[in-house]
C-alpha cells in the first residue's frame, strides 16, 4: 500500500535558520503530494502542494518540488520564524482499493523556532 | 464563517459509554472524511463519504459508526467507548473523490477514563 516516511522531530531551530524536513513516498501510479501545518490546538491546513513530476508547490516562503526520480517531496524554507512552530505533514492521494482517493499521511514533524 | 466545524471540542467521558461527535462544512463539498490522530500525532483515516455514500471504511472497530444525513454533514457515533479510543478526532471535507486540497475541522479531543 501507500506509504509516506519523513524525517523524525522534533526539530529545533534558531530564527532565521534554513529549515529543510525529508519526506519520502511509496505509491503505485502518480500521486499527488501535500505538506500540510498543524499548529498548536488546531487542526491541519493545507501548507503546499504539487499534482506532477517537477512540479514546484511554494507558499509562505515555504517550497517543496515533486521529484518522481528520488519518489521525494521535502520541504524548504530559507528563513524560518518563531510563528513556524508547528508539527508539518506530509501526505500523498493515492487509490484505494474500492477506486477512491484517500491521503497517506507521513508521522508528522514537530518544528520549534526559538528566537 | 467556519469552514469546517466540530463539536464539541472536547469530550471526557467513562470507558462504556456512548458519544457522538458532529461535523458540518459550508463549503459546498461532496466527499467527508474523519481522521483519527493518536498520541504520537500519527493522522489515519477512518471513513469517508461522497454525496452521503460511503467510499472508505478502514478497518475500524464496528463500535465507530458514522453517519452523514446530507452532504454538508458526517456524525461519527462510538458505543462502548474503550480507553484505546482516547485521541483526537478531524473531521475534514474535499471537492470530489480524488481527496486532493481537503480542508480539516479544529479536531474533538476524546479522553475516555
Known amino acids: 500500500g501507500d506509504s509516506v516516511t519523513q524525517m523524525e522531530g522534533p526539530v529545533t531551530l534558531s530564527e532565521e535558520a534554513f529549515l529543510t524536513i525529508n519526506c519520502t513516498y511509496t505509491a503505485t501510479g502518480y500521486p499527488s503530494l501535500f505538506w500540510y501545518v498543524q499548529y498548536p490546538g488546531e487542526g491541519l491546513q493545507l501548507l503546499l502542494k504539487a499534482t506532477k513530476a517537477d512540479d514546484k508547490g511554494s507558499n509562505k516562503g515555504f517550497e517543496a518540488t515533486y521529484r518522481k526520480e528520488t519518489t521525494s517531496f521535502h520541504l524548504e524554507k530559507g528563513s524560518v520564524q518563531v510563528s513556524d512552530s508547528a508539527v508539518y505533514f506530509c501526505?500523498?492521494?493515492?487509490?484505494?482499493?474500492?477506486?477512491?482517493?484517500?491521503?497517506?499521511f507521513g508521522k508528522g514533524t514537530k518544528l520549534s523556532v526559538i528566537p | 464563517d467556519t469552514a469546517v466545524s466540530q463539536t464539541p471540542k472536547y469530550l471526557v467521558t467513562q470507558m462504556g459509554n456512548d458519544k457522538s461527535i458532529k461535523c458540518e462544512q459550508n463549503l459546498g463539498h461532496d466527499t467527508m472524511y474523519w481522521y483519527k490522530q493518536d498520541s504520537k500525532k500519527f493522522l489515519k483515516i477512518m471513513f469517508s463519504?461522497?454525496?452521503?455514500?460511503?467510499?472508505i471504511n478502514e478497518t475500524v472497530p464496528n463500535r465507530f459508526s458514522p453517519k452523514s444525513p446530507d452532504k454538508a454533514h458526517l456524525n461519527l457515533h462510538i458505543n462502548s467507548l474503550e480507553l484505546g479510543d482516547s485521541a483526537v478526532y478531524f473531521c475534514?471535507?474535499?471537492?470530489?473523490?480524488?481527496?486532493?486540497?481537503?480542508?480539516f475541522g479544529p479536531g474533538t479531543r476524546l479522553t475516555v477514563l
Open positions: 501526505a500523498l492521494s493515492g487509490m484505494t482499493g474500492a477506486g477512491s482517493y484517500q491521503l497517506t
Open positions: 475534514a471535507s474535499s471537492q470530489g473523490r480524488l481527496a486532493g486540497t481537503c480542508f
Open positions: 463519504y461522497n454525496n452521503k455514500e460511503l467510499i
